[in-house]
């Protein structure tokens, strides 16, 4: 009876220092990029001590998930609690990043988490693990990188196509009705007679 009670004593513990644990959980809050990305976005932990985490949104839906492992992505929703555990097995530096598209600056929505061998030292990091292609590019990819064309600078160049030419169409449709069809049916198009060619204003010759 005494080893019965004992027993059930040590199982009741068990549970509850595994409750505690994940309420003891390290919070780390998710926030689009501009409004600074996760807070903190560097975590430390040991090889084969678990890490509880308490991921939560303070605005939009975002996504957790740990490169050089095949731990599944987890959704972080505002307001709600997502627990994660995670298990280290081998030392070394691992990003996490979001996985839900939360606005122009997604990707620089990363972290770190700095992992200790068992001993407390460093360590080398796993064999299997290889180092993203941008940095075997030598690539920035924090750095600006504005596109050659934004969807501003084509409807920029649209206005300005309609202002220096007349777009006749089959039955003289206006410049802009006729620009915009031409446009939709392209230079192939006006190969096929669906909108004639541009012919600049004015007394050509």
């Known amino acids: 009876?005494?080893?019965?009670?004992?027993?059930?004593?040590?199982?009741?513990?068990?549970?509850?220092?595994?409750?505690?644990?994940?309420?003891?959980?390290?919070?780390?809050?998710?926030?689009?990029?501009?409004?600074?990305?996760?807070?903190?976005?560097?975590?430390?932990?040991?090889v084969g001590q678990p890490l509880h985490l308490r991921l939560t949104s303070d605005d939009v839906t975002h996504g957790f998930a740990v490169g050089q492992t095949d731990w599944p992505a987890v959704d972080v929703y505002p307001g709600e609690v997502t627990e994660v555990t995670l298990t280290f097995d081998h030392p070394g530096t691992y990003v996490f990043y979001c996985t839900r598209w939360c606005g122009a600056n997604h990707w620089r929505m990363r972290g770190t988490i700095q992992v200790a061998g068992a001993d407390g030292s460093p360590g080398e990091p796993a064999a299997t693990a290889q180092a993203p292609l941008y940095t075997e590019l030598s690539l920035d990819i924090d750095a600006p990188h504005p596109a050659s064309a934004t969807p501003q600078a084509v409807a920029l160049t649209v206005t300005k196509i309609a202002r220096h030419f007349e777009w006749r169409g089959p039955i003289g449709c206006a410049v802009p009705a006729s620009v915009f069809r031409c446009a939709t049916a392209g230079w192939a198009g006006m190969a096929a007679g669906r909108c004639d060619s541009p012919r600049p204003k004015g007394n050509v010759g």
């Open 1 to 46: 009876m005494a080893v019965l009670i004992a027993l059930t004593l040590l199982i009741g513990l068990g549970v509850f220092l595994a409750w505690r644990s994940h309420q003891d959980g390290l919070p780390l809050h998710a926030r689009m990029p501009e409004q600074g990305g996760w807070d903190p976005s560097a975590l430390s932990a040991t």
